[in-house]
């Protein structure tokens, strides 16, 4: 069984700063893709940013310039580092992997329980 855990979520006033965490556990061989989605009220699960294990990055255009995501591939673990919070950045954030739990299996895709962020005055 493979579980993705995140935190950091919040409330933060606008123009302010948040770091969700995500952290892989279970049977896991390897992690190629972890990721950051967020889903608004109302909206469609949109990406914000994924990155691989060879470290390359990709965001959203609505991210770029003002987050970071980051991988601890020994952990098990991604951060997404947020600056310059805007109110249209309010939404439920999932963590997401694909990974492999045996040597030679496909990857499977695996979705954290989400964390909320809201970004208010």
């Known amino acids: 069984q493979v579980q993705l855990v995140e935190s950091g979520g919040g409330l933060v006033q606008p123009g302010g700063s948040l770091t969700l965490s995500c952290a892989a556990s279970g049977s896991i061989f390897s992690i190629y893709l972890m990721g950051w989605y967020r889903q608004a009220p109302g909206k469609q699960r949109e990406l914000v940013a994924t990155?691989?294990?060879?470290?390359?990055?990709r965001y959203a255009d609505s991210a770029k310039g003002r987050f970071t995501i980051s991988r601890d591939n020994a952990q098990n673990t991604v951060s997404l580092q947020m600056n310059g919070l805007k109110p249209e950045d309010t939404a439920v954030y999932y963590c997401n992997a694909d990974l492999r739990i045996r040597r030679f299996s496909d990857l499977i895709n695996y979705w954290g329980q989400g964390t909320q962020v809201t970004v208010s005055s």
């Open positions: 990155i691989t294990n060879g470290d390359i990055a």
